[in-house]
């Protein structure tokens, strides 16, 4: 682990295995109270020095991080492949999309600021000047999940040390070797010791340490929605930031762009074997193009090159563990047996499932309720827009959703009506670029990520006035 800018090891390892084979590829520690405590500690006595940078010092960390991030490149994706089982030519990609997120967070530690407040407005304010100040809260706990290791640690870590606060990173168990290297990254880079201290081990007993540790003032959470709501419930006055998934839906009528529709579904549906929030879980098709979009569909799905996550040639790989697999497995099995039809995948070796394509599921099923978190896309057909709306919001969450039409109105309508976080036209729900908005609504969560809005949510403005 890395707490106070040193290594801290404790008498229990934990070997981290290749999801894809289970071979060794490194091995941590686990966390005991008494570690959990001292990060903590460490990250209160560094706050102070954070809360005094300039704004411009802590851009710089992050300007020069960026710079260390794009060098170390491969030995990055090499470790985040190794930790979560993702193909490499993906893993590479998450490293340039980390780099985009500390390059953000660098370019928004300069643009923190408060506002002029009209005083004089009211008859009592005659005289008075005020103004408002953004000022960092002290400590942020950011626990973070497997499937993006680094960019979705980075999505907490970069706006923290932009508004000027220190952190306790808790990475997911099976994947923290990245948060290991990027810590060491951002102290080669100039962050002061214990401005960023990571630890690792079991997520229930070190998660609940965390919200419950006085010196903690902020959670920001990514995962499971029973996990994030027993994090709200037990955070008290603390400040919660809470992204909790999905099960992502998308939209196709009967004018769409075909050419530029299928693809896009194929890779929203199967990228990282569909471990990713947005991952596209439904496809609603007008009927009068449910076979061609059906058939383009499968054509493309079965190319999809099934392997090795280090091999550059690999389209799909593991699931995060074997026990994961088989129970997205066991949802397909469910699933045909209410009826669904098995048109493709559906097999499993090991911690690896066939991308597997599902059609006429039904709408009480897991896979049509529920997050799979896996290869394994539902296609129905609707007969009208209308209906196709009240398929998408029949879902208990909300965090993003898509829509391929060459009609506006039917576009805009659809954005309107959808209960979603994110609404993409001509585009899937997989889309995310890293400066957005980026959160949901009902069981998707609260709050926003993306630097511009995680630095909103990880500073307090205070009120400053003046009786001149």
């Given at each position: 682990?890395?707490?106070?800018?040193?290594?801290?090891?404790?008498?229990?390892?934990?070997?981290?295995?290749?999801?894809?084979?289970?071979?060794?590829?490194?091995?941590?520690?686990?966390?005991?109270?008494?570690?959990?405590?001292?990060?903590?500690?460490?990250?209160?006595?560094?706050?102070?020095?954070?809360?005094?940078?300039?704004?411009?010092?802590?851009?710089?960390?992050?300007?020069?991080?960026?710079?260390?991030?794009?060098?170390?490149?491969?030995?990055?994706?090499?470790?985040?492949?190794?930790?979560?089982?993702?193909?490499?030519?993906?893993?590479?990609?998450?490293?340039?999309r980390s780099a985009q997120t500390l390059l953000f967070s660098a370019e928004?530690?300069?643009?923190?600021?408060?506002?002029?407040?009209?005083?004089?407005?009211?008859?009592?304010?005659?005289?008075?000047?005020?103004?408002?100040?953004?000022?960092?809260?002290?400590?942020?706990?950011?626990?973070?999940?497997?499937?993006?290791?680094?960019?979705?640690?980075?999505?907490?870590?970069?706006?923290?040390?932009?508004?000027?606060?220190?952190?306790?990173?808790?990475?997911?168990?099976?994947?923290?070797?990245?948060?290991?290297?990027?810590?060491?990254?951002?102290?080669?880079?100039?962050?002061?010791?214990?401005?960023?201290?990571?630890?690792?081990?079991?997520?229930?007993?070190?998660?609940?340490?965390?919200?419950?540790?006085?010196?903690?003032?902020?959670?920001?959470?990514?995962?499971?929605?029973?996990?994030?709501?027993?994090?709200?419930?037990?955070?008290?006055?603390?400040?919660?930031?809470?992204?909790?998934?999905?099960?992502?839906?998308?939209?196709?009528?009967?004018?769409?762009?075909?050419?530029?529709?299928?693809?896009?579904?194929?890779?929203?549906?199967?990228?990282?074997?569909?471990?990713?929030?947005?991952?596209?879980?439904?496809?609603?098709?007008?009927?009068?193009?449910?076979?061609?979009?059906?058939?383009?569909?499968?054509?493309?799905?079965?190319?999809?090159?099934?392997?090795?996550?280090?091999?550059?040639?690999?389209?799909?790989?593991?699931?995060?563990?074997?026990?994961?697999?088989?129970?997205?497995?066991?949802?397909?099995?469910?699933?045909?047996?209410?009826?669904?039809?098995?048109?493709?995948?559906?097999?499993?070796?090991?911690?690896?499932?066939?991308?597997?394509?599902?059609?006429?599921?039904?709408?009480?099923?897991?896979?049509?309720?529920?997050?799979?978190?896996?290869?394994?896309?539902?296609?129905?057909?609707?007969?009208?827009?209308?209906?196709?709306?009240?398929?998408?919001?029949?879902?208990?969450?909300?965090?993003?959703?898509?829509?391929?039409?060459?009609?506006?109105?039917?576009?805009?309508?659809?954005?309107?009506?959808?209960?979603?976080?994110?609404?993409?036209?001509?585009?899937?729900?997989?889309?995310?670029?890293?400066?957005?908005?980026?959160?949901?609504?009902?069981?998707?969560?609260?709050?926003?990520?993306?630097?511009?809005?995680?630095?909103?949510?990880?500073?307090?403005?205070?009120?400053?006035?003046?009786?001149?």
């Amino acid at each position: 682990m890395r707490i106070g800018g040193r290594d801290v090891t404790t008498d229990t390892p934990i070997p981290i295995h290749l999801p894809y084979d289970g071979s060794d590829v490194g091995t941590v520690f686990e966390a005991t109270k008494d570690v959990v405590d001292e990060a903590v500690e460490a990250a209160a006595a560094a706050a102070p020095r954070m809360r005094a940078l300039t704004l411009d010092e802590r851009s710089t960390i992050l300007r020069r991080a960026w710079e260390k991030l794009n060098a170390d490149r491969e030995e990055m994706a090499m470790a985040v492949s190794s930790e979560c089982g993702k193909p490499i030519r993906e893993a590479r990609t998450e490293v340039d999309r980390s780099a985009q997120t500390l390059l953000f967070s660098a370019e928004q530690a300069h643009r923190i600021h408060g506002e002029v407040v009209p005083m004089d407005a009211s008859p009592g304010g005659k005289g008075r000047w005020g103004m408002t100040i953004r000022e960092p809260l002290g400590v942020i706990a950011a626990i973070t999940p497997f499937n993006f290791p680094l960019n979705l640690s980075m999505h907490k870590i970069g706006p923290a040390i932009a508004a000027g606060n220190a952190v306790v990173h808790k990475p997911a168990s099976s994947t923290p070797i990245s948060a290991i290297r990027l810590a060491r990254l951002l102290e080669a880079s100039g962050l002061p010791p214990g401005a960023l201290n990571v630890v690792t081990g079991p997520g229930g007993a070190i998660g609940d340490q965390l919200v419950f540790h006085p010196g903690v003032a902020m959670i920001t959470f990514t995962g499971s929605p029973e996990v994030g709501m027993r994090i709200r419930n037990l955070a008290g006055l603390k400040k919660v930031t809470l992204e909790l998934g999905n099960n992502s839906a998308v939209i196709i009528e009967d004018d769409a762009d075909l050419e530029k529709a299928v693809p896009r579904s194929v890779t929203g549906s199967f990228a990282h074997s569909g471990q990713v929030c947005i991952s596209v879980q439904r496809i609603f098709v007008n009927r009068k193009i449910r076979e061609e979009f059906l058939d383009r569909f499968l054509t493309l799905t079965s190319k999809l090159r099934i392997g090795h996550p280090f091999d550059a040639q690999t389209e799909v790989s593991s699931l995060i563990t074997e026990a994961e697999a088989r129970r997205v497995a066991g949802w397909v099995e469910e699933a045909v047996g209410q009826g669904a039809h098995l048109v493709a995948g559906g097999q499993r070796r090991r911690a690896t499932l066939e991308p597997t394509v599902l059609t006429d599921v039904s709408p009480d099923s897991r896979i049509s309720c529920l997050e799979a978190f896996g290869p394994v896309v539902a296609v129905n057909s609707y007969d009208s827009l209308g209906e196709a709306i009240e398929l998408v919001n029949r879902s208990e969450y909300g965090l993003q959703a898509g829509i391929y039409t060459r009609d506006l109105e039917k576009a805009f309508a659809a954005a309107r009506q959808v209960q979603v976080g994110g609404f993409h036209i001509n585009e899937v729900p997989q889309y995310r670029l890293d400066q957005m908005p980026y959160g949901g609504v009902k069981r998707s969560g609260i709050g926003r990520e993306g630097p511009k809005y995680a630095v909103e949510e990880m500073t307090e403005p205070k009120l400053i006035t003046w009786n001149v």
